[in-house]
């Protein structure tokens, strides 16, 4: 069975951090690209994310850029460290691998549950 479990999500205050991670199993992503996603309360999902599948680029939604860095440990484990963050990176934050190696676009073949992050004083 293949699965993505995300950790890490929590409560924190703003300009504060998290760190979260993703960890794959039933089958190897090397050769995946692997992204966060996002969706708030009565929003649409949206990307914030993306890593290739070597780890060797990476793309990010410009409302975070700067602030949040991902990154591949391994083939099957993804990390994202998010930094000063704010109320509206409220959310939960699920990880995805899509089919190709190096490509933002999709199409995204596994998603996990989700983690939720809540930055609120």
């Known amino acids: 069975q293949v699965q993505l479990v995300e950790s890490g999500g929590g409560l924190v205050q703003p300009g504060g951090s998290l760190r979260l991670s993703c960890a794959g199993s039933?089958?190897?992503?090397?050769?995946?690209?692997m992204a966060w996603f996002r969706q708030a309360p009565g929003k649409e999902r949206e990307f914030v994310a993306a890593?290739?599948?070597?780890?060797?680029?990476t793309y990010y939604a410009d409302s975070v850029k700067g602030r949040f860095t991902i990154s591949r440990d391994n083939a099957n484990t993804m990390r994202l460290q998010m930094n000063s963050l704010r109320p509206e990176d409220t959310a939960v934050y699920s990880c995805?691998?899509?089919?190709?190696?190096?490509?933002?676009?999709?199409?995204?073949?596994?998603w996990g549950q989700g983690t939720q992050v809540t930055v609120s004083s």
């Open positions: 995805a691998a899509g089919r190709r190696s190096d490509s933002v676009s999709g199409p995204y073949d596994y």
């Open positions: 039933g089958r190897t992503f090397s050769t995946n690209t």
């Open positions: 890593v290739s599948a070597r780890g060797g680029t």
